[in-house]
């Protein structure tokens, strides 16, 4: 099979691993490699950082006026959007999403660059009501420099768009490194910034195993900030890498997030949110909602609704229109969703549905949707996050003992509420510790609305009203507008 050959993208240019070596993706539908791409080492990363500098130093980047850039950031929505179906496929292929959600992803995916175009030119500072009468002082939003973007596998546009827009809205320059697993898009994506008019060096891409190609980046003197979306252990690795430069770190990890239903909730609502929480993505999502806590009068009825659609699902293509659920982007992936749903089935939990790879043509990586009814929170699959098809689910008598259940995780991303009692809803938000609460919906997503977690599942936030100047540093200016000289700092007065 002839495999599609991708490049890197520093400073403008196309370019192979220094050394040539280069790595295979796998198409998750089939098994089968389908594109080889370049495997950075130290080298390459040390030219994109290099790159990506002398842009932000560059007169053509840095004195570029805000509205200037804002403007440069919509020619990029507006292209992204000419070309949803292309990228949209691209994707699909290469991380095996469905492709009804790859393009629906791609097709909102300008909504967050004409965003923060919007935002380039509302850095504002203040000025300073001092205390001092003949003093006057501002402050200015300035830009960190370089910054370095990690992207994980399971949505790549989407969590590059969170992460290029404001970065370079406040005018920063951008390194990014993709997951080997899905590097392809955000390749495709530089056509695009080329094409929009970005000076060279701006954004550049290396691609590359994470031990080698991204510690080499996080870890690189000039790199000034890093955003990172990911699990915990590259999260610790990315945070000791910091240590060498001391750049600001933002970090969005994993999840086990609750999707709790109260008696009161509309049944037929709960259970489509939570198919959308845990089965949309194959479960390959930092928000699932893999735990579901049901309170005990609506429990059996709402198990009997959630089994039955579950086993309707249908598993196939990801490029078929009609799929509703794909395979998980990677056999590694496959084969630790088989060994969790294993050790819980060991710890008691009883299987409900699924549990098993699914009968689907091919050599794919398809995993059943699955549905473990279990009696312990402490369960390994209450407690760990599975990032796959796995919904794990609970009784619970009372509101008290949801909040106690849905707050005894080490995570705290997300979480859902299925009630019709209002003030139950602003109890139990402001109780429960997620960064991102739902009420009677799930995994809705806006430029305008912030991301991040709570405990381990990261710090800083992402999107926003505020995400540009989480990729600035805030300047004091001090000016003395006294006639008089200043006095001799050894004479006291």
């Excluded at 594109?35 to 840095?62: G, I, L, M």
């Excluded at 760990?384 to 609970?394: H, K």
């Excluded at 609305?449 to 200016?477: F, M, N, P």
Aim: hydrophobic share 45%.
């Amino acid at each position: 099979m002839t495999l599609s050959e991708y490049k890197m993208f520093i400073n403008g240019l196309w370019v192979d691993a220094q050394n040539g070596a280069r790595f295979d993706s796998l198409n998750p539908a089939n098994g089968e490699p389908w594109a080889s791409f370049p495997h950075a080492q130290e080298a390459d990363v040390n030219a994109a950082v290099d790159a990506a500098q002398k842009a932000f130093e560059n007169p053509a980047w840095r004195n570029l006026h805000a509205t200037a850039r804002g403007k440069l950031l919509r020619k990029l929505g507006d292209l992204i959007a000419t070309k949803q179906t292309q990228l949209a496929q691209l994707e699909t292929n290469d991380n095996g999403k469905l492709i009804r959600e790859t393009k629906g992803q791609i097709g909102y995916m300008p909504e967050f660059f004409y965003y923060y175009a919007g935002q380039a030119d509302k850095l504002e500072g203040q000025t300073l009501p001092l205390d001092k009468t003949d003093m006057f002082a501002y402050t200015t939003h300035e830009p960190l420099g370089v910054v370095a973007a990690i992207i994980p596998w399971n949505s790549p546009m989407y969590l590059t768009a969170v992460k290029l827009a404001p970065a370079l809205a406040a005018g920063n320059t951008v390194v990014l490194k993709p997951s080997e697993h899905a590097s392809a898009t955000i390749l495709e994506l530089m056509h695009l910034v080329q094409k929009a008019g970005f000076p060279d060096g701006v954004v550049n891409v290396v691609t590359g195993l994470g031990v080698d190609t991204g510690s080499a980046l996080t870890k690189h003197p000039l790199v000034r900030r890093i955003a990172f979306t990911g699990g915990g252990e590259g999260a610790k690795s990315v945070i000791k890498n910091s240590a060498e430069n001391l750049a600001q770190v933002s970090l969005e990890l994993g999840g086990k997030s609750p999707n709790i239903i109260f008696e009161d909730a509309d049944i037929g609502s709960a259970v489509n949110g939570v198919i959308a929480g845990i089965f949309a993505a194959s479960g390959q999502s930092c928000v699932a909602g893999s735990r579901l806590l049901v309170q005990d009068t609506v429990y059996d009825e709402f198990l009997t609704a959630l089994k039955t659609r579950a086993a309707s699902i249908i598993i196939g293509d990801p490029l078929d229109p009609t799929s509703e659920m794909g395979p998980m982007a990677t056999q590694t992936q496959l084969t630790l969703v088989e060994r969790m749903v294993a050790t819980a089935i060991a710890q008691g939990a009883e299987l409900i549905h699924g549990g098993k790879r699914a009968a689907v043509a091919g050599d794919g990586w398809y995993f059943e949707p699955t549905i473990l009814a279990v009696n312990d929170n402490q369960c390994s699959i209450m407690q760990e996050e599975v990032f796959g098809p796995v919904a794990s689910i609970m009784r619970f008598k009372d509101e008290a003992e949801a909040l106690a259940l849905a707050n005894d995780t080490e995570f705290g991303l997300a979480a859902g509420i299925w009630t019709r009692d209002n003030a139950r809803v602003h109890r139990m938000s402001k109780a429960v510790q997620a960064g991102i609460i739902w009420v009677n919906t799930y995994r809705a997503v806006s430029p305008m609305g912030a991301i991040g977690g709570y405990k381990a599942s990261g710090y800083g936030r992402e999107s926003g009203i505020d995400g540009v100047k989480d990729y600035t540093q805030l300047k004091t200016v001090w000016i003395n507008t006294s006639s008089e000289p200043m006095a001799d700092p050894f004479v006291m007065r």
